[in-house]
T-cell receptor, first 111, second 112 residues
Framework: QKEVEQNSGPLSVPEGAIASLNCTYSDRGSQSFFWYRQYSGKSPELIMS????GDKEDGRFTAQLNKASQYVSLLIRDSQPSDSATYLC???????????FGKGTSLLVTP | NAGVTQTPKFQVLKTGQSMTLQCAQDMNHNSMYWYRQDPGMGLRLIYY???????DKGEVPNGYNVSRLNKREFSLRLESAAPSQTSVYFC???????????FGQGTRLTVV
C-alpha cells in the first residue's frame, strides 16, 4: 500500500499567522502531488498541485516539494478564520492512476 | 457546469439490502474513482477506472462492485450491505495523466 502520512492535528494558529502543513509519502516513484481543503460535511476541493521540486505560490498558498526527502508541504500566509478546515495531501503514484490520500490535518485559525 | 454529480445524497439501508450509487461527470475525463471516508481514516480508494472499459481495485474493494457504463458514468454497487459500509462515499474524476481529481458532493450512507 502506498502510504501518505499527515499529522492529524488539530493545528491551531492565530489569525494573520502562517500555517504550515506537512505530508510525507512512501512511493519514491510518485509523480504528482496535491493539496485539498475539506470543510466539515463538504467534499474536498483542490487548492494546489505541484509536480516538480521547489516552491509553487498561488495567492496566500505556497506548496513545497522535496522528492529526495519524499516530503510535500503547504504554507498558508495571513491565515483567516475561513481557512479553518481539514487539509488533505494527495499523491499520484508511479502507475499514474490511483490517487492516494493522507488522513488529513485539521487546521483551526483563531480570531 | 455540473462537474461530478452523485446520486443519491443520503441513503439508509438495512443489513443485507443492495443498492447502487450513481456518478456522472460532464468534464470529458478519462479516469474516475470511488472513495469512502470514515472518521479518522481519511479518504480510502475503493475502485478506480483509468479509462472507459477498465476498472481496478483500490485499497478497500471487498463488498463492492463497480461498472464503468460509458465515459461519463461510473457506478458503485453494494450487493449485500453491512453496517461496516456505513460511510460517506465520494466519486471523483480526472483527465489523462498526472492531473488533479474533482469530487462530487458525496453520498452519506447508513446501514442499520
Amino acid at each position: 500500500q502506498k502510504e501518505v502520512e499527515q499529522n492529524s492535528g488539530p493545528l491551531s494558529v492565530p489569525e494573520g499567522a502562517i500555517a504550515s502543513l506537512n505530508c510525507t509519502y512512501s512511493d519514491r516513484g510518485s509523480q504528482s502531488f496535491f493539496w485539498y481543503r475539506q470543510y466539515s460535511g463538504k467534499s474536498p476541493e483542490l487548492i494546489m498541485s505541484i509536480y516538480s521540486n521547489g516552491d509553487k505560490e498561488d495567492g496566500r498558498f505556497t506548496a513545497q516539494l522535496n522528492k529526495a526527502s519524499q516530503y510535500v508541504s503547504l504554507l498558508i500566509r495571513d491565515s483567516q478564520p475561513s481557512d479553518s478546515a481539514t487539509y488533505l495531501c494527495a499523491v499520484r503514484g508511479n502507475s499514474g492512476y490511483a490517487l492516494n490520500f493522507g488522513k488529513g490535518t485539521s487546521l483551526l485559525v483563531t480570531p | 457546469n455540473a462537474g461530478v454529480t452523485q446520486t443519491p445524497k443520503f441513503q439508509v439501508l438495512k443489513t443485507g439490502q443492495s443498492m447502487t450509487l450513481q456518478c456522472a461527470q460532464d468534464m470529458n475525463h478519462n479516469s474516475m474513482y470511488w472513495y469512502r471516508q470514515d472518521p479518522g481514516m481519511g479518504l480510502r480508494l475503493i475502485y478506480y477506472s483509468a479509462s472507459e472499459g477498465t476498472t481496478d481495485k483500490g485499497e478497500v474493494p471487498n463488498g463492492y462492485n463497480v461498472s464503468r457504463l460509458n465515459k461519463r458514468e461510473f457506478s458503485l454497487r453494494l450487493e449485500s450491505a453491512a453496517p461496516s459500509q456505513t460511510s460517506v462515499y465520494f466519486c471523483a474524476s480526472s483527465a489523462v495523466g498526472n492531473t488533479e481529481a474533482f469530487f462530487g458532493q458525496g453520498t452519506r450512507l447508513t446501514v442499520v
